[in-house]
């Protein structure tokens, strides 16, 4: 049996919902306020959405929203559904920029993280606003995270070292930086500019005094 922290749970998840009752149209403000929460939290996947009723004149059909990592992916998985499904419409989705991609995090950012990788850029940040929140990598147990510049020691868990980057690191950071820049056009040297440091957990089992004498 896998022990904590030689596995990645994909578990510290949490589901919120919102209707109206009467039938109505509802603005999304607040359930995205609700859902952003889970941007930062817990196993890297981050938050998702579930709608219904936002075609309304294709009531009877499942509506698929794909991103694909490139264009290979987007041949094969468009094989698939001609093969499989019976397509009515298939178009691009609108999409507009967010300038919080890039930016900080807010509280609980890498929660109870058993693997994977954050990079926290912390671009456009107002004056006097943190890198991150508090209570950042509670419970992290694996995996790591590359941030940006300077940040608040104090909201981070006892847990964590702090470290420079390796060479090998910094190869792997650079992969990361020149995806982001491709994707939204941002300025590699820009980024790069500033230092980077890496966050892991000192241990596997950040918890494990808790239950069992050392």
Partial sequence: MLREGEIRIPSGCAIAAIIDRKGGMINGSEIIKSISLMHDRSNGLGGGFAAYGIYPEHRDEYAF??????????????????????????????????????????????????????????????????????????????????????????????????????????????????????YFEADYDGIMKKPFHKLVPETSRPYANLYTAE
């Fill in 65 to 182: 929203h794909i991103f694909f990592e490139n264009a290979q992916a987007h041949q094969a998985c468009e094989e698939f559904l001609f093969r499989h499904f019976s397509i009515d419409v298939a178009e691009r989705i609108p999409t507009k920029k967010v300038e919080s991609i890039g930016g900080g995090a807010g509280s609980f950012l890498g929660e109870y993280m058993a693997g994977g990788t954050i990079v926290l850029l912390g671009l456009n940040l107002k004056r006097g606003e943190k890198l991150f929140g508090t209570h950042c990598a509670s419970g992290m147990h694996g995996g790591k995270m590359f941030v940006r510049g300077s940040f608040p020691k104090e909201n981070l868990s006892p847990n964590i070292r702090i470290s420079t980057l390796t060479p090998r690191d910094r190869k792997e950071l650079e992969g990361y930086v020149r995806k982001y820049c491709r």
